[in-house]
């Protein structure tokens, strides 16, 4: 049973990334999925929430209008859509899973928690 986040990398201030979160081993259909990071020398943050059938989503402040939670339970697949990256967006991005629905920041709050991947926004 794993979930693994992916898509991180190195990207330009002003520009995108879509993170992918799968897993195997399990379904996601039954999960809400929680995508989180954490910036280098601070606490880590929740950033949304996408219900199991993807209709109830749930964005920190900070977030909304330019990061974008969807997914597709036939791919088994959540995804991460960040829009307009800044050099603060540089971080270590995960996803969690839990049956229910919540927009928390400690691991053990989750079922299944993600190894991460890392965003760098650099010029």
């Known amino acids: 049973v794993q979930l693994q986040a992916s898509g991180g990398g190195l990207v330009q201030p002003g520009g995108s990334l879509r993170l992918s979160c799968a897993a195997s081993g399990f379904t996601l259909d039954n999960y809400s999925i929680g995508w989180l990071r954490r910036v280098p020398g601070k606490e880590r943050e929740a950033i949304s929430c996408?219900?199991?059938?993807?209709?109830?989503?749930t964005y920190k402040d900070s977030f909304q209008g330019r990061f974008t939670a969807s997914r597709d339970n036939a791919k088994n697949t959540v995804y991460l859509q960040m829009n307009s990256l800044k050099p603060g967006d540089t971080a270590v991005y995960h996803c969690?899973?839990?049956?229910?629905?919540?927009?928390?920041?400690?691991?053990?709050?989750?079922?299944?928690w993600g190894q991460g991947t890392l965003v760098t926004v650099s010029s």
């Open positions: 969690a899973a839990n049956k229910d629905y919540l927009l928390a920041t400690r691991a053990s709050e989750y079922d299944y």
């Open positions: 996408i219900s199991s059938s993807g209709e109830s989503l």
